[in-house]
């Protein structure tokens, strides 16, 4: 069941933020591809960063609380979910802020209705 840790922190946090896609329709889901593009450069940074750092000896992952699944260059797989999960949610709660508040974080309010 340990193995299942990482994994199950990663479930909790979608579970937490789909709520804010369901209830006050943030359309963060909807907009997929806009999502995807944004974090291709974050991805290519930090997955590039861990495999250095695990091709270096800096970083390991326990087998124990890791489904032990390994990508080439040996990230687990949680790893680069991780770097899926925490930038969704984090968008999905910028988006929910946005929607309720009527904060302008930057863009005009039709595109990012469009």
Do not use: N
């Amino acid at each position: 069941m340990e193995q299942l840790t990482y994994l199950g922190l990663l479930a909790g946090c979608l579970v937490v933020t789909a709520p804010l896609e369901l209830v006050l329709r943030v359309r963060v889901y909807a907009r997929w591809r806009r999502f995807l593009l944004a974090i291709v450069p974050e991805l290519a940074v930090f997955i590039g960063w861990v495999l250095y750092a695990i091709s270096q000896g800096h970083w390991d992952y326990s087998p124990v609380r890791t489904l032990d699944v390994r990508l080439p260059g040996g990230i687990p797989v949680e790893e680069v979910l991780f770097f899926l999960v925490v930038p969704l949610c984090s968008v999905l709660a910028l988006e929910a802020v946005r929607r309720v508040t009527g904060w302008d974080p930057g863009y005009p309010r039709e595109e990012a209705d469009a």
